[in-house]
């Protein structure tokens, strides 16, 4: 695929007066969107068949129709904006397939503790920029990125592994330190290399984003930490 902008020549400005460009940002946070939760679609699936009940399957595999209907929801707005999903997509494929290689999970109750805080902390970083747009994309990326089944599913089922397996807290909780910081710098660098993130936070000056996204990772953090913290673990 290329890794052109699929923003069309011929697009219109938008009703703010912000025009193509702004358009264009929204369209890059769609397409990175729009990514992620395919990519969700396709680990929960693959996990699935790993399960070690039925059960486990089963609830896996009700997460991984969530996500891809999550897909099909950016897929359906990007298509009302002219755009084809497979062009948006493209300029982050390379990021966030090598993301989810360098945070291989070791065994299923790795893959689990991935989830929570990789899938928690995206939602949170998306919500976050979706508070400074306009009301129909906050909406749309709110909608995307409900995770409170999910949350409350992985929740229970780590807890429950957690319980009585000293052993197994400790290395989940070492594994929970790895991914948190893997997934800020994710998010750090996906805004950095396609610009979209102090664009679409209003911010021009450097100094300003710069404050203003370390106020943003400073609260992914804390969030993530109130997270671990109820699994009994340390952030």
């Known amino acids: ?22 358009l264009q940002h929204v369209i890059d946070l769609y397409g990175v969107m729009a990514y992620g939760e395919l990519s969700a679609f396709e680990r929960f699936s693959s996990d699935a068949r790993f399960s070690p009940t039925l059960k486990d399957r089963a609830d896996l595999g009700r997460l991984a129709v969530v ?5 099909e929801l950016v897929s359906a707005e990007l298509a009302r904006l002219g755009i084809d999903v497979q062009a948006a997509m493209a300029p982050f494929q390379a990021s966030i397939d090598a993301f989810h290689e360098r945070t291989r999970p070791g065994d299923w109750y790795e893959s689990l503790m991935k989830a929570y805080v990789t899938d928690a902390v ?23 990125k409900e995770n409170g089944d999910q949350l409350v599913l ?3 089922r780590l807890r429950r592994a957690l319980e009585h397996d000293a052993r197994l807290a400790s290395r989940l909780a070492l594994w ?9 710098t994710q998010a750090q660098r996906i805004g950095i290399e396609r610009a979209f993130l102090g664009a679409l936070l209003g911010l021009d000056e450097p100094s300003s984003q710069q404050a203003v996204t370390a106020d943003l990772f400073a609260e992914l953090t804390r ?4 997270r671990m913290n109820a699994l009994g673990l340390t952030a």
């Open 1 to 22: 695929m290329s890794s052109e902008r699929p923003f069309p020549a011929d697009r219109p400005t938008t009703s703010n007066g912000t025009g193509t460009e702004h």
């Open 122 to 144: 995206s939602g949170d970083f998306y919500r976050a920029i979706a508070d400074r747009l306009d009301p129909d994309t906050r909406a749309l990326v709110s909608r995307i």
């Open 67 to 71: 996500e891809f209907g999550h897909f």
């Open 176 to 184: 929970g330190r790895r991914l948190v910081g893997e997934a800020l």
């Open 223 to 226: 969030n993530h930490s109130r």
């Open 154 to 156: 992985l929740t229970a």
